[in-house]
């Protein structure tokens, strides 16, 4: 990010406090606010998508790595001496409550990207109706077309994403839950029996995560260009 552009944004973050505000006592919605205002700073939706696209990828990149951790500390557990199962518990909590966060970032993330995408989408089409050109509003059309059936790709992907991670923390939930009722070599027993549909869920959530980031860059990629 160039330092005219973050100056900017830091700008905008500074001036709409009084705007939260506002909002905060009911005048105004909230989130269209923020973006309009952002807006009459410079700081054009288009840009606005953009980087709240980056957050959001940046976000399931750090959920993926989270959860992984998470999954080799449940594993360690398994194989742990007794002994040394308290302690092994306290970081297994640790991991599932970092789990936790990670996973309450991606959706907010995600909302982000949703209601300045929503915003962006609706004055692009209500903006076709000022064309007096036919030619020009047919490629404008087409291309907003596009550009929105990408986006729409790029959503799905990280709410697929997203709804693997309720199971897999809830899984991660029981294992924190258990150990703390059964802090014996039973209760490693036990967690050993459910290691391989423990790794298979995660499994699948890094899948998910991987084909969201994936389509995050190339949205990503694709705006660089028809903003060029």
Known sequence: MNSSRLLLITAFRFISIGALAACAAGVCGCASTRIELAEKFGYAKREQLTDKVKAARD???????????????????????????????????????????????????????????????????????????????????????????QYDRLVGAMKAAESKMAPVLAAFNDQVLFLKHNLNARAIASLQGTVTQVQDDVAALVREMEAAIAEANAFIDEMGRSSS
């Open 59 to 149: 976000g399931q990149e750090e959920a993926k790595q989270q959860f992984e951790s998470a999954l080799a500390e449940f594993i360690a557990v398994t194989g742990v001496d007794v002994k040394d199962l308290e302690a092994r518990y306290a970081r297994l909590t640790r991991e599932h409550e970092r789990s936790r966060a990670r996973a309450a970032a991606v959706t907010d993330r995600i909302r982000n990207v949703e209601r300045v995408g929503e915003a962006l989408f609706r004055e692009w089409r209500e903006e076709l109706k000022q064309y007096t050109s036919d030619t020009m509003r047919i490629a404008s059309e087409r291309q907003l077309d596009q550009t929105r059936a």
